[in-house]
C-alpha cells in the first residue's frame, strides 16, 4: 500500500517562531489533507489539498503532486499550535479511506 | 450540535466481555468510518461503510463488526475482548472525498 511519510517526527518551538513541516508520499494520490489533534485528542480538519497552495490565517499548505509532498506552514506559532499534525492521503480506486502519517509532534512553548 | 459524535467518550472493560461504541453524524455525509489510534499515536483505518457498502480494513479482526441502522449512524461492536483492543477509536464521516470530520474519539481500555 502507499507509504507516507512525515518530517520532522517532533518539533519545539518559542511562542512566534515560523515552522514547517513535510509530508511525502509514496504513489500519486486522489487527495490529501492535513488534520491537527490537539492536547485534548480531537482531530481537526485543517486543509484539503491535493495539489496548489491554500491559507488559513496564519497556517498555509502547498502540495506538489508530480513531487509527492506537501508542505504546512505555520507563522507566528502560538501555544494552542501545540499537539500532533497529520497528514493523511486516499489511497485505492473508489475507496475514501485515509492512510496516515505517524504525524508531527509540535510543542510551542511561550 | 456536534457534527459527529461518539458515545462513550471513555470505556473501561474487562478481557472477554463485548461491548459497542455508537456514532451519529448530523451533516448528512454518505461515507462513514471507523479508524484506530494505538498507543504511538498511529492512526489506522478499520472500516468504510458508504451506501451499504462496507469495505473492511483486512488486518482487522472478525471479532470487530460495524452496524449501520442508516445512513447517520455507523456502530462499533467488539466480542471478547483483548488486552491488545485497548486504544483510542474514532468514528468520521466525509462526503466522497471532501468535508472529513472526526468524533471526538472513545477511549477503550481493557483490563
Known amino acids: 500500500g502507499i507509504q507516507v511519510e512525515q518530517s520532522p517526527p517532533d518539533l519545539i518551538l518559542q511562542e512566534g517562531a515560523n515552522s514547517t513541516l513535510r509530508c511525502n508520499f509514496s504513489d500519486s494520490v486522489n487527495n490529501l489533507q492535513w488534520f491537527h489533534q490537539n492536547p485534548w485528542g480531537q482531530l481537526i480538519n485543517l486543509f484539503y489539498?491535493?495539489?496548489g497552495t491554500k491559507q488559513n490565517g496564519r497556517l498555509s499548505a502547498t502540495t506538489v503532486a508530480t513531487e509527492r509532498y506537501s508542505l504546512l506552514y505555520i507563522s507566528s506559532s502560538q501555544t494552542t499550535d501545540s499537539g500532533v499534525y497529520f497528514c493523511a492521503v486516499l489511497s485505492g480506486a473508489g475507496s475514501y479511506q485515509l492512510t496516515f502519517g505517524k504525524g508531527t509532534k509540535l510543542s510551542v512553548i511561550p | 450540535d456536534t457534527a459527529v459524535s461518539q458515545t462513550p467518550k471513555y470505556l473501561v472493560t474487562q478481557m472477554g466481555n463485548d461491548k459497542s461504541i455508537k456514532c451519529e453524524q448530523n451533516l448528512g455525509h454518505d461515507t462513514m468510518y471507523w479508524y484506530k489510534q494505538d498507543s504511538k499515536k498511529f492512526l489506522k483505518i478499520m472500516f468504510s461503510?458508504?451506501?451499504?457498502?462496507?469495505?473492511i480494513n483486512e488486518t482487522v479482526p472478525n471479532r470487530f463488526s460495524p452496524k449501520s441502522p442508516d445512513k447517520a449512524h455507523l456502530n462499533l461492536h467488539i466480542n471478547s475482548l483483548e488486552l491488545g483492543d485497548s486504544a483510542v477509536y474514532f468514528c468520521a464521516s466525509s462526503q466522497g472525498w471532501t468535508g472529513y470530520t472526526f468524533g471526538s474519539g472513545t477511549r477503550l481500555t481493557v483490563v
Open positions: 489539498i491535493p495539489s
Open positions: 461503510y458508504n451506501n451499504k457498502e462496507l469495505i
